[in-house]
């Protein structure tokens, strides 16, 4: 997911020269390739159900709760925090009107085919991970366990 976004935010910046969200807007209008996959990065990187955030994010979440309890709900003000700026980038650089272009300025190019074949594996490997988790745990699985048993009871 963060690949995917740096990829996104990199692909942005070479075209216009900032990473200001203020000096964006309404990108869905006028890029809408680059648009469709920030939203989906922006919304795999909040942990949704069925994209490679979630499975990790829920397993810790679950597991912390079951060892200290209520005070783990705590960490529900970082998940809210994070989803707050992820929407907060969506609507700035997203929604709107179109940022007004330098006079003279050609229309930014969207998304090219070179970009897309560097996107796309990104995304399915997203949604893979978030559908079968276990081809991730499967292989961790082992040096998870050795690292519980030399760690004991310390967490």
Same mark, same amino acid.
């Given at each position: 997911?963060? *690949?995917? /976004?740096?990829?996104?935010? &990199?692909?942005?910046?070479? +075209?216009?020269?900032? $990473?200001?969200?203020?000096?964006?807007? &309404?990108? &869905?209008?006028?890029?809408?390739?680059?648009?469709?996959?920030?939203?989906?990065?922006?919304?795999?990187?909040?942990?949704?159900?069925?994209?490679? !955030?979630?499975?990790?994010?829920?397993?810790?979440?679950? !597991?912390?709760?079951?060892?200290?309890?209520?005070?783990?709900?705590?960490?529900?003000? &970082?998940?809210? !925090?994070?989803?707050?700026?992820?929407?907060? =980038?969506? $609507?700035?650089?997203?929604?709107?009107?179109?940022?007004?272009? %330098? %006079?003279?300025? =050609?229309? /930014?190019?969207?998304?090219?085919?070179?970009?897309?074949?560097?996107?796309?594996?990104?995304?399915?490997?997203?949604?893979?991970?978030?559908?079968?988790? +276990?081809?991730?745990?499967?292989?961790?699985?082992? *040096?998870?366990?050795?690292? *519980?048993?030399?760690?004991?009871?310390?967490?």
């Amino acid at each position: 997911v963060a *690949a995917l /976004l740096f990829l996104l935010v &990199g692909a942005l910046h070479d +075209r216009t020269h900032t $990473r200001e969200i203020s000096a964006f807007g &309404g990108l &869905g209008q006028t890029l809408p390739r680059w648009a469709g996959v920030f939203v989906f990065a922006s919304l795999a990187s909040l942990g949704l159900p069925g994209l490679s !955030g979630f499975p990790g994010e829920f397993a810790a979440v679950a !597991g912390s709760f079951v060892r200290w309890g209520w005070p783990i709900a705590l960490a529900g003000v &970082g998940v809210v !925090g994070a989803g707050v700026y992820a929407l907060h =980038a969506v $609507r700035g650089v997203v929604q709107g009107e179109p940022a007004a272009a %330098e %006079e003279g300025a =050609a229309p /930014l190019p969207d998304l090219g085919v070179r970009e897309l074949l560097a996107v796309a594996p990104l995304a399915v490997l997203i949604v893979l991970l978030g559908l079968w988790p +276990r081809l991730v745990t499967d292989v961790a699985g082992p *040096a998870v366990d050795v690292l *519980a048993a030399a760690l004991g009871g310390w967490l």
